[in-house]
C-alpha cells in the first residue's frame, strides 16, 4: 500500500479521472454538442439522447484512461479511442452508416487519433525535444478542435463551396490564423509548466526521502495528515540500545574509508530488522543504534533478531555489540529551537536502556525487570543480576534474554 504522504505527491485516482476528463477527454464533445446546438433547434436537441451519449462516452474513457495513468500504464493511443468507439457504436446502432455523413463526427476520430498518437510518442520517448514537440503539436491539434467545428458549422449553415469561397471573409482568415497560433503559446506554457511540475516534484520526492531518514516511513506519513503527532506527548515506548564492543580501539588503526564500509554494513544489515517490526524512531549515531517501539514485544525480537543480523558480519572484524532494552514512559515529538528541530524523546526509560547497553557483554541482551515482567514466560531469560548504572543512586537489577517468541511475527 502506498504511503500517504506518497498518494499525496502523486495524486489519487479519482484526481486522475477527473484531470484526464476536463484536460482532454471532454475538448471534443463539449465543442461537437455546442455545433449541434447551433445546427439544430436548441431545445429539441437536449431532448434527444445523443448529448448525453457523446458525454457518458466521455465520462467512460475518463474513468478507464485516468485509471491508467494513475497505475503509469502507457495506454494513451488506444485511452484516447474509447470515447468515439463508444459514441461511434452507439450511434451507428441506432441511425446506420448515415452517423458517418456528418463530417464532424468523421472529425472526432481524426482527432482523437491524432492526440493519442501525440500523446503515446510524448510520454513514451526519452528525447527531450521530441517530448516537447508532441507537446507544442498536441497544443495546436487541440486547439484545431475548434477551428474545425467552426468550419464544418460556417459550410453547413452558409453553405461554401469551397475552402477559398470560405477564406475569402477576413473574419474567416483571422480565426483560421488566430487559433493554431494561440495553440502555440498554450504550447509553450505547457511545456514550462511540465517543466516546473517536474522540478517540484522531484524536489518534493528528494524531501520526503530526507525526512524519512530523519521521521521514519511510518511516522512521516501520519505526521503529513496530521501534524499532531509531531508534538510533546507523554508515551509509553520500548527502547532498544545497540553499540559495537572495541570499535573505538578498533578503528584507530583502520582507515576513514574501512571504517566507514564497515559501519555502512553494520547499518544495513540491521536495517531490515527495525523495518519488519515496525520502529517508531530509528537513531544512528557512530556505532550505536537505537530503536524505539510502541510494544516490548516488537523490542525484544527486535533486539533478537539484530544480534543474529550483525553478530556474522562483526565477528569477521573481531568485534560484536552489546544490547538494552527497557520498556516505560518518554516524553516523545519535536523538541529544539526555532531554526533547528529534530523529532527525539527523552526520559529516565531512555537512560535506563541506554545503561543497560552499556553494560551488557559482549553478544549479550541485557532487559530490565520491567522489561522481564510485561513479557512474561514467552521469552527465555537468564538469571537475575544487578548492575552499577551511571547516574543511578541504587543497583539496576537486569536479566539477559537468550530467546523470544516462537512466532517471529510480533510487531
Known amino acids: 500500500m502506498d504511503l500517504d504522504v506518497t498518494a499525496r505527491l502523486k495524486g489519487t485516482r479519482t484526481r486522475y479521472i477527473v484531470h484526464e476528463f476536463f484536460t482532454n477527454t471532454f475538448h471534443y464533445p463539449l465543442a461537437s454538442i455546442i455545433l449541434e446546438l447551433l445546427l439544430h433547434d436548441a431545445l429539441s436537441y437536449l431532448y434527444e439522447i445523443d448529448p448525453y ?16 495513468l494513475h497505475r503509469g500504464l502507457n495506454r494513451q493511443f488506444v485511452g484516447n479511442l474509447i470515447a468515439p468507439a463508444i459514441y461511434t457504436l452507439f450511434e451507428v446502432s441506432l441511425e446506420g452508416m448515415e452517423f458517418f455523413e456528418s463530417p464532424h463526427h468523421i472529425a472526432y476520430w481524426g482527432f482523437a487519433i491524432a492526440i493519442g498518437i501525440t500523446q503515446q510518442v510524448r ?5 527531450e525535444e521530441l517530448h516537447d514537440a508532441m507537446i507544442m503539436l498536441e497544443s495546436v491539434v487541440r486547439t484545431c478542435i475548434f477551428l474545425a467545428l467552426y468550419m464544418i458549422l460556417e ?33 509553450f506554457a505547457n511545456i514550462n509548466t511540465e517543466r516546473y511540475h517536474n522540478v517540484l516534484m522531484r524536489t518534493a520526492q528528494q524531501l520526503r526521502e530526507y525526512s524519512e531518514w530523519f521521521l521514519g516511513t511510518d511516522l512521516l506519513s501520519k505526521a503529513v495528515n496530521n501534524p499532531e503527532v509531531l508534538s510533546l506527548k507523554r508515551h509509553e515506548r520500548s527502547m532498544v540500545f545497540t553499540d559495537i564492543r572495541g570499535f573505538t580501539r578498533w578503528s584507530e588503526t583502520r582507515s576513514p574509508e574501512e571504517v566507514v564500509a564497515v559501519m555502512n554494513a553494520y547499518y544495513e544489515a540491521a536495517e531490515p530488522v527495525w523495518v519488519k517490526y515496525q520502529a517508531i524512531k530509528v537513531k544512528l549515531t557512530a556505532d550505536e543504534i537505537m530503536l524505539v517501539f510502541s510494544s ?46 529534530s523529532y527525539d524523546l527523552l526520559g529516565d526509560s531512555v537512560n535506563t536502556a541506554k545503561r543497560l547497553c552499556d553494560n551488557a557483554e559482549l553478544n ?27 547516574g543511578k543512586a541504587e543497583p539496576v537489577k537486569v536479566r539477559p ?11
Open 53 to 68: 451519449v457523446i458525454i457518458s462516452a466521455a465520462v467512460i474513457q475518463a474513468m478507464f484512461y485516468g485509471s491508467w
Open 123 to 127: 510520454d513514451g520517448t526519452a528525447n
Open 155 to 187: 459550410v453547413l449553415k452558409d453553405g461554401y463551396s469551397s475552402y477559398g469561397e470560405f477564406m475569402a471573409s477576413a473574419s474567416h482568415q483571422f480565426v483560421v490564423m488566430v487559433i493554431p497560433l494561440l495553440g502555440m503559446v498554450f504550447g
Open 296 to 341: 516490548p514485544e516488537a523490542a525484544a525480537e527486535a533486539a533478537i533478531a539484530m544480534l543474529e543480523a550483525v553478530r556474522p558480519l562483526l565477528e569477521i572484524h573481531g568485534l560484536g555489540v552489546g544490547t538494552g532494552i527497557h520498556t516505560g514512559p518518554v516524553v516523545e515529538g519535536v523538541m529544539g529551537g526555532n531554526a533547528r528541530k
Open 364 to 390: 549479550e541482551i541485557l532487559a530490565s525487570t520491567d522489561m522481564y515482567y510485561v513479557l512474561g514466560s514467552d521469552y527465555l531469560f537468564g538469571n537475575q543480576r544487578e548492575i552499577e548504572a551511571k
Open 401 to 411: 534474554l537468550f530467546r523470544g517468541l516462537i512466532s517471529n511475527d510480533v510487531v
